[in-house]
Structure formats: C-alpha cells, structure tokens
C-alpha cells in the first residue's frame, strides 16, 4: 500500500509531515505563543471534592512561533452546582480556532439546553452537534483540514455523563480489594485501527494505514482518502476535518454514564499530549503520591514533556485535569446539607 511519496520523517507526532500542504497541520504559518492555563477549585455538591488543570503549549523546534492548540473547560454550573471539566486537542493549520470555538460556547449552551438537567447526555450530544455546524459555516475558520479531538464530562452528585470523540481519554484510579489504588478505563479511544472504526472508514472508501519509515519503525494507523494520501488523520472520530469525513472519519461522540463509588479516588483528564507516552496505570502511579491535584497535574506534566523531549525532540501541546473524589460529600449533602444533584 502506499505511504507516500512525499512524506518526510515522523513517528508519533500528531501531525503528518509532508510536502504536501494539505495533509494536516503542516503549513506553515505565523503563530503567536501563549501562556499555560493553571486553575485549582473546589466544586460544590458533586463527589469532586477538588481539581486542577493545566493547558500547555507544546514545543517544536521547527516553529518557534508555535500556538497552543489545546483548549480546557472547567466551569460550575451555578444553578444545579455541575461541574463541567474537558480537554480539547486541536489539530491542523487552524486546530486552536476550532478547540477554542468549544471551549467558547459549549458550557452556555449545553447549560441552557432544553434537556439540561434532566438529561444531561442528550444536552451534549446536540449541543456538540449544533456547534460544530457553526464552526463548518464559520468563514474565518477553515475545517476542511482543521479539527479537535474532546473528552468532555459533567459530574452531578456522583454520576459523571463522558462525552468522548477521538483519542483524549478519562481514566479513574480506584482502590482494588488488596487496597491498591489501580487504573479504571472509563473512556475509550477512536483510533483508526480500531476493528469497528476500520471497517465504517473502509465502508466509506477511506484508507487505514500507517507510514512506514526506512528505519523499521511505522507510524500510528492513520486515515486518507481513497486516491489521495490526505488528510493523515491520526484519529477516527474528530470535530470539524471536513476532508476527512469524506474517508469516513465522523465526529459522533460516544456517550456513557460512570458511576463513581466510595473507593473512587481519583479522575484524570488529558489530551494525547500526556496519554502517547504515559499508560493509564503510570498515571495513577503518579497521581496517588500527591495529596493536592495541583501537584499531580505538574508531575505528570514533567514527565510527560520528559518523555516526549526523549522519544521525538517534540513535545505535543498537552491539557492535564485531576480532580480528586469523595463520594461522602454526596451522602452528607442528602443528609441536609446541599442537596446532592442527580437527573
């Protein structure tokens, strides 16, 4: 199968590097840097007793002017005390326009949704369409090979509703019967070699493979049209990508409920920055030494710029959001403090 004859070298970067200006994210254009978003709050009435999160630009030698791609969401809703955490990954020429397009109107309007608080997944999963139909008719914003990935939740009470489109991910740390605090998959992946997302992007007359690279080593499993080798989208479910969802990338989010329970310990929230290099189990590790957010969410920051600067020389823009649980407050609220918030 081809790989094309006009990529240059690269392995696990997000973004295809190619002679060609249309694969993803590769032309070149005038950025300006930004600064990390660092917030630390507590929540009120749901089983999040305590978060923090950080936005970070990545680091690439070959654009010094590089912007952060990468947008975060962390808000209360007042009126039912939701708290609403996300981490968007943009990708392409103009990713962080469509990330921060999200993270400008997705909390107002999933909050003043008609199914808002009775049905908090309906809430998401329209307003996320909504939007991103704003985005594709927006002229100064160009999808057709721009895009963000979303892992996207809302606790109430101890329930936590995941929207999840692409390859940021949620996991859990909970304690196990021998008083172990281990890894708990609460989201899951849209890769592009994924049995099911394969066979739909085949269906639609999209390619699935992966650059091969004269060193042995082969690339992540990306998508292309079927007679052109673009995008290179390196996930099987984003929003915007226009060209890609002609290869039969979709930007449907898959939507769960996660009940949390009192050996919940912790949830952490991240964009690919953090999740290429860190396992799910090696992020617990790291976060269960520390007995603020704050402090976890820099460590695995460190580490994971560590091991990017390691493996690549690059280092992929990365949102990190911990936020730590405690069921009690929960069954305390019901015995008359705040009411706890649950549809």
């Not at 590769?26 to 999160?53: K, M, Q």
């Not at 999209?206 to 995008?231: S, T």
């Not at 290179?232 to 009940?259: E, N, Y």
């Amino acid at each position: 199968m081809a790989s094309g004859g006009g990529l240059r070298k690269t392995r696990r970067r997000l973004s295809v590097v190619s002679d060609n200006k249309l694969i993803e994210g590769v032309a070149t254009i005038a950025l300006d840097a930004s600064d990390p978003t660092d917030v630390t709050e507590t929540s009120a009435r749901t089983a999040v007793s305590i978060y923090a999160g950080v936005c970070k630009k990545g680091y690439a030698p070959y654009n010094p002017r590089k912007k952060n791609q990468d947008s975060i969401i962390m808000t209360v809703e007042p009126g039912t005390g939701a708290l609403m955490l996300a981490a968007l990954d943009g990708h392409g020429e103009q990713g962080e326009l469509v990330s921060g397009y999200f993270r400008q109107h997705l909390p107002t309007a999933v909050f003043s949704h008609a199914a808002w608080p009775a049905d908090p997944l309906t809430a998401l999963k329209e307003c996320l369409e909504e939007i991103e139909e704003e985005v594709i008719k927006d002229a100064t914003i160009d999808t057709d090979f721009s895009g963000s990935t979303a892992i996207i939740t809302i606790t109430m009470g101890t329930q936590i509703y995941v929207a999840c489109i692409g390859d940021s991910r949620i996991t859990g740390g909970v304690t196990d019967a021998s008083g172990n605090i281990v890894a708990e998959e609460i989201s899951h992946d849209h890769k592009p070699d994924d049995p099911e997302e394969k066979a739909r992007i085949n269906a639609k007359g999209g390619r699935v493979f992966a650059v091969k690279y004269d060193d042995g080593f082969d690339g992540p499993a990306r998508v292309w049209l079927k007679d052109m080798d673009i995008p290179g989208l390196a996930m099987s479910r984003a929003l915007g990508d226009c060209v890609a969802k002609m290869a039969g990338v979709i930007s449907t989010p898959t939507l769960t409920v996660h009940q949390l329970r009192p050996d919940s310990k912790f949830i952490v929230l991240a964009s690919d920055g953090l999740w290429e290099f860190v396992t799910n189990q090696e992020a617990v590790d790291m976060i269960k030494e520390h007995s603020e957010p704050k402090a976890a969410v820099d460590a695995l920051l460190e580490e994971s710029t560590r091991r990017w600067m390691r493996e690549e020389n690059v280092v992929d823009d990365t949102t990190i959001i911990v936020a730590f649980i405690d069921t009690s407050r929960c069954d305390a609220a019901a015995d008359g403090g705040d009411a706890a918030v649950a549809p």
